[in-house]
């Protein structure tokens, strides 16, 4: 079934002007009469912020923004699905166009700026499904207009923490001006207290919510310093490595489109994404997992992240470019890896490169 989807779909999608072709993959799943996926290798599943994962391979923020089709990602065989970034009131987002396509580099480039339904129209649709199981985080973020955007993440988390199997905190989109400014220090301090402090509050009713901070490369390493002490005082329950890049790799041959402005995605994102991974990892010292995210584009780019310190995985532009069959080519792959070193779970291959990585030459 993914293997037809695929072929048929991709085709076309890529005829089709970016943002027009998401649009066109979320009608198409919305409406596929998709069968839930083969079980999944026992050996994949992950135990990580208090739920089990059943495979650790997630779709990362930014494709099913709005929770229209977390159900239909789920029965294609992701572990996890991440819906948002939802902000409280709805808002259009940047002008058209938006999103673009690097394919000779196997990247993409987006200015969205967070357009988003806003958390009425998700909300009623996440309760809706509640009852279905699987593991759907939400990822939060503040309008772009908002005059307290630290009152935006908490309105968000008081009302999200029920519906949701975790909620991240989005505080590296580089398309919303000035919103990075929340990685710096004092006001990561206050906005983690605060929102910490939500979760706690609505607990009672609620249940447990992990907080998770998703966090841009682009930090330098002192920043990075800063970001996971505070992380980690502040008791998060894990981080996500990363975002998207503003930077710009000489590599790139799509030099063109190279130069719109917004944040870089997909397999040039890959080196500079799975350093900052492992330079988190050996400042958390196993107080939290991470999730690692960025240019996972073949079961190598994937067993590369676990190796750097990821105990689970998030993906999103690649699918543009090589389809649905990724993901089972990723377990495929990661299964092999455990045969070879005949582990019995992911977890002890998690991190085994993270020193390794942090003493190679900073990635081009
Ligand atoms: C079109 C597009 C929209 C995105 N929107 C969001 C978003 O709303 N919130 C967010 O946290 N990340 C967003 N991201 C970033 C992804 O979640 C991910 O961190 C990044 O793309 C790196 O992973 P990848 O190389 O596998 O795409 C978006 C990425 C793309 C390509």
Known sequence: MIGLFDRLAR???????????????????????LMRSVSDDRRLSVRAFGLNFPNPIGIAAGYDKGA??????????FGFVEVGTITP????????????RLDADGGVINRLGFNSQGADAVLRRLAARAEAGGIVGINVGANKDSADRVADYVALIERFASVASYVTVNISSPNTPGLRNLQQATALDDLLARVVDARERVAPNAGPTPVLLKIAPDLSLAELDDVVGI??????????VGNTTLSRPPSLRETKLAREAGGLSGSPLGALATRMLAETYVRVEGVFPLIGVGGIDSGAA????????ATLLQLYSALVFRGLGLVT??????????ERHRFDSLAELTGADAAAVTAEPWPQ
């Open 11 to 33: 085709p076309l999608l890529r005829a089709l002007d970016p943002e027009d072709a998401h649009a066109l993959s979320l009608q198409a799943l919305r409406y596929a009469p």
């Open 68 to 77: 229209d089709v977390p159900d239909a990602l789920l029965r294609l065989g």
């Open 89 to 100: 009131r709805p808002q259009a987002g940047n002008p058209r166009p938006r999103l673009f």
């Open 231 to 240: 992380a980690r005082s502040r008791r998060v329950d894990g981080m996500i």
């Open 302 to 309: 994937a067993l590369a992240k676990v190796r750097a310190g």
């Open 329 to 338: 080519d990723i377990k495929s792959a990661l299964v092999r890896a455990l």
